[in-house]
């Protein structure tokens, strides 16, 4: 699907994304936890598109954070269940929780490459075009503009929460495509970071 959907910030691609594999050998190699501002400038530059504050990051791989990772993970795939299953819908709900699953899903990825989870709470918070942009400058890869477009559209997912659904929002997306485009970042994150599928998804997917 091909959206015209613009927004006011700088989309331009960040050049040079970090290739995840070297990223992954490069923090298993460092004795101490690597500042992100010092190792690769490209993840201020996925930042400074959205005003960002100027927090350092710190990224440092732990087993705890790869615990937490797989439990995003499977939460995402949990919560996009009652999508899939038809439990809902249409209208301002589908987008609040496509919002939730997307922002579960990308998280996984950020926990997985060494993020801590408060400044992604601080920095990143509820707006999933942070997460993806994070995400891509870190190894994800995900280059699909309709998902992208999709990040910006939905952000921050929390305003759909509570959204008056007689209010006339313009979605581009039908539920199917919402559900395509989600399903479709769901898989990539769990091929990029390896974690297995819950139980659940491998019985409906095979």
């Known amino acids: 699907m091909t959206s015209k959907l613009t927004t006011n910030r700088d989309r ?13 050998g490069t923090l ?24 960002w504050a100027g927090e350092p990051a710190t ?59 408060q400044w992604c709470a601080r920095q990143v918070g509820l707006h999933i075009d942070r997460s993806l942009a994070l ?4 190894g994800l890869g995900l280059d699909e503009p309709a998902i992208d477009q999709l990040a910006c559209f939905v952000s921050p997912y929390g305003k759909w929460r509570h959204a008056d659904i007689g209010s006339g929002h313009s979605c581009p997306w039908s539920s199917a495509q919402l559900q395509s485009l989600t399903r479709r970042l769901l898989d990539h994150v769990r091929s990029v970071t390896g974690h297995a599928r819950p139980v659940h998804g491998r019985q409906r997917h095979g």
């Open 135 to 138: 995400g891509n400058a870190t």
């Open 59 to 117: 990224l440092q791989r732990t087993r705890a954070g790869r615990s937490l990772s797989r439990a995003r993970y499977h939460n995402a795939e949990q919560f996009f269940a009652s999508i899939e299953q038809g439990i809902i819908r249409e209208g301002p709900n589908l987008l609040y929780h496509t919002g939730i699953v997307m922002q579960l899903g990308l998280s996984a990825h950020l926990l997985d490459v060494g993020f801590e989870d």
């Open 28 to 51: 298993s190699l460092a004795p101490v936890a690597v500042p992100a501002i010092a190792t690769a400038p490209n993840w201020t530059a996925a930042l400074r598109q959205f005003d």
């Open 12 to 24: 331009s691609p960040i050049a040079s994304p970090t290739s995840r594999r070297a990223l992954l």
